[in-house]
């Protein structure tokens, strides 16, 4: 079996290769081939899985290219983890709403939209490759903002495309964790788009446990989101919210810390991983060893400034592993291999949240086997939450209308909707600010 993956010289895709060398069943992965427009970070990332495969007999064979076309012919998956504007842009998305004193976080707020406005003409394009050149592949999108991504590729592709998140993942097992449960055993549920959820039961054969951890102050302030949200802020919305709700819960908070941060998160990023790039043009590197190295501290710094708003501290060890790859994994071979499971996921709606259409893609947990990802039906969410959910979908819609129109009214009506961009003003500062600093928003007139 053949997958693609699409950003194949981005820095995560060792976990994606390190999970597929743990996958000895028949029916498994024997080929992977890596895409990417950069040659230098192919041979990078090359390098560092030849170095995971050494003396595992049946690695699955690593070819890299930059013609797309080549990646994606005879691909039965193709997984998508592409980043337009690179980590430059990243950091340029934060710097830019930061001036406005706006948040600029990569999925959320006006960050989130300079981003979907750069990659979603990108992504649309892939996926018209894709349905030309390979139009039996599965897509499995993790390209952010992964939920407006993976609807804007689903015009094309349908239910074929299906977007993957490690955040439902962390926060689940990590709930199930402090109830003494396996996670594995649980069912999650999980309800929201992609970066905006919430974990409103957890229930173990059949009895929901998440009462008793918010019945429980000790309990609910032992692990991340307790830390993060606060128990009385928690125990009053009755559910656990996803991290990044953060954002929009303390919002100000979150603001103000980014721009006392000595760098931006993107900032960061981008200077930390130009070392290991440049780090792996000597010949002599130990690859792995410095991807290793390079990606403990990428974990271990993920959201410092959320967390140093709230006091949270350090994150724990057992939340310094990711999981986006275990979930690739999984949905791979219960499509592939026909074994069913149930994965939190991103797909079309359908009739699953009342308050969305059809087309609207959300996270929900989904019964997925040979034909696909199918979401299960989930109770209505609460007004608060129900109007956060399509005041951010409106906004995505605005995003996909700009990206086909190529209209800047429409660009700046998106940010200005935005319940985290608190002014029209500011929303046409924002487009004059993204277009000024990013090649790939000259399209919008």
Same mark, same amino acid.
């Given at each position: 079996?053949?997958?693609t993956?699409?950003?194949?010289g981005?820095f995560?895709?060792?976990?994606v290769y390190?999970?597929?060398?743990?996958?000895?069943?028949?029916g498994?992965v024997?080929?992977?081939?890596?895409? %990417?427009?950069?040659?230098d970070?192919l041979?990078?990332?090359? &390098?560092?899985?030849?170095?995971?495969?050494?003396g595992?007999?049946?690695?699955?064979?690593?070819?890299?290219?930059?013609?797309?076309?080549? $990646?994606?012919?005879?691909?039965d998956?193709?997984?998508?983890? !592409?980043?337009?504007?690179g980590?430059?842009?990243?950091?340029?998305?934060e710097r830019?709403?930061?001036?406005?004193?706006?948040?600029?976080?990569?999925?959320?707020?006006?960050?989130?939209?300079?981003?979907g406005?750069?990659?979603?003409?990108?992504?649309?394009?892939?996926? &018209?490759?894709?349905?030309?050149?390979?139009?039996d592949?599965?897509?499995?999108?993790?390209?952010?903002?992964?939920g407006?991504?993976?609807?804007a590729?689903?015009?094309?592709?349908?239910?074929?495309?299906?977007?993957?998140c %490690?955040?439902?993942?962390?926060?689940?097992?990590r709930i199930?964790r402090?109830?003494?449960?396996?996670p594995?055993? $649980?069912?999650?549920?999980?309800?929201?788009?992609?970066?905006?959820?919430?974990?409103?039961?957890? &229930?173990?054969?059949?009895r929901?446990e998440?009462?008793?951890l918010?019945?429980?102050?000790d309990l609910?302030? *032992?692990?991340?989101?307790g830390?993060?949200f606060?128990?009385?802020?928690?125990?009053s919305l009755?559910?656990?919210?996803?991290?990044?709700?953060?954002?929009?819960?303390?919002?100000r908070?979150?603001v103000?810390?980014?721009?006392?941060?000595?760098?931006t998160?993107?900032?960061?990023?981008r200077?930390?991983?130009?070392?290991?790039?440049d780090?792996?043009?000597?010949?002599?590197a130990?690859?792995?060893?410095?991807?290793?190295?390079?990606?403990?501290?990428?974990?271990a710094?993920?959201?410092?400034?959320?967390?140093?708003?709230?006091?949270a501290?350090?994150?724990?060890?057992d %939340?310094?592993?990711g999981?986006?790859e275990?979930?690739?994994?999984?949905l791979?071979?219960a499509?592939?291999?026909?074994?069913?499971?149930?994965l !939190?996921?991103?797909?079309?709606?359908?009739?699953?949240?009342?308050?969305? %259409?059809?087309?609207?893609?959300?996270?929900?947990?989904?019964?997925v086997?040979?034909?696909?990802?199918?979401?299960?039906?989930?109770?209505?969410?609460?007004?608060?939450? *129900?109007?956060?959910?399509?005041?951010?979908?409106?906004v995505?819609?605005?995003?996909?209308a700009?990206?086909?129109?190529? *209209?800047?009214?429409?660009a700046?009506?998106?940010?200005a909707?935005?319940?985290?961009?608190?002014?029209?003003?500011?929303?046409?500062?924002?487009?004059?600010?993204?277009?000024?600093?990013h090649?790939g928003?000259?399209?919008?007139?």
């Amino acid at each position: 079996m053949k997958l693609t993956i699409l950003g194949g010289g981005g820095f995560r895709v060792p976990l994606v290769y390190g999970a597929l060398l743990g996958d000895h069943a028949e029916g498994r992965v024997t080929r992977v081939v890596l895409h %990417d427009l950069d040659a230098d970070r192919l041979s990078a990332v090359t &390098r560092v899985l030849a170095e995971q495969a050494a003396g595992v007999s049946d690695a699955p064979e690593v070819s890299a290219t930059t013609d797309l076309d080549e $990646a994606l012919t005879g691909a039965d998956f193709v997984f998508s983890a !592409i980043r337009v504007g690179g980590l430059e842009g990243r950091a340029n998305d934060e710097r830019v709403a930061l001036a406005e004193g706006v948040l600029g976080q990569e999925t959320v707020g006006a960050g989130g939209i300079a981003y979907g406005l750069r990659t979603v003409p990108v992504a649309e394009n892939i996926a &018209r490759r894709v349905a030309r050149v390979a139009p039996d592949a599965w897509v499995i999108n993790f390209t952010n903002p992964a939920g407006l991504v993976t609807e804007a590729m689903s015009r094309h592709l349908g239910d074929r495309v299906i977007g993957i998140c %490690d955040s439902p993942v962390g926060l689940g097992r990590r709930i199930a964790r402090v109830l003494g449960a396996n996670p594995g055993e $649980a069912w999650i549920d999980y309800v929201g788009l992609n970066h905006l959820g919430w974990v409103r039961g957890l &229930r173990i054969n059949g009895r929901d446990e998440l009462p008793r951890l918010l019945a429980d102050p000790d309990l609910l302030g *032992s692990f991340e989101e307790g830390k993060l949200f606060g128990t009385d802020w928690l125990q009053s919305l009755g559910a656990i919210p996803n991290e990044y709700l953060h954002y929009y819960y303390f919002n100000r908070e979150a603001v103000r810390a980014y721009s006392q941060a000595e760098k931006t998160r993107g900032a960061f990023l981008r200077d930390q991983q130009a070392g290991f790039y440049d780090e792996m043009k000597r010949p002599d590197a130990a690859a792995l060893t410095a991807w290793d190295r390079t990606r403990a501290e990428r974990e271990a710094t993920y959201m410092a400034e959320a967390r140093e708003t709230a006091g949270a501290g350090e994150r724990d060890a057992d %939340d310094l592993s990711g999981g986006y790859e275990k979930v690739a994994l999984a949905l791979m071979r219960a499509i592939a291999r026909d074994e069913r499971t149930t994965l !939190i996921l991103n797909v079309r709606n359908r009739r699953t949240l009342s308050v969305l %259409d059809a087309e609207a893609v959300i996270e929900v947990p989904c019964l997925v086997d040979a034909n696909g990802a199918h979401p299960v039906t989930v109770d209505p969410l609460p007004d608060h939450a *129900s109007g956060l959910v399509c005041s951010v979908k409106a906004v995505e819609r605005e995003v996909l209308a700009a990206a086909e129109s190529g *209209s800047r009214a429409t660009a700046v009506k998106a940010f200005a909707l935005h319940p985290l961009v608190d002014s029209v003003n500011v929303a046409r500062r924002l487009v004059d600010g993204y277009t000024a600093v990013h090649p790939g928003l000259a399209y919008l007139k």
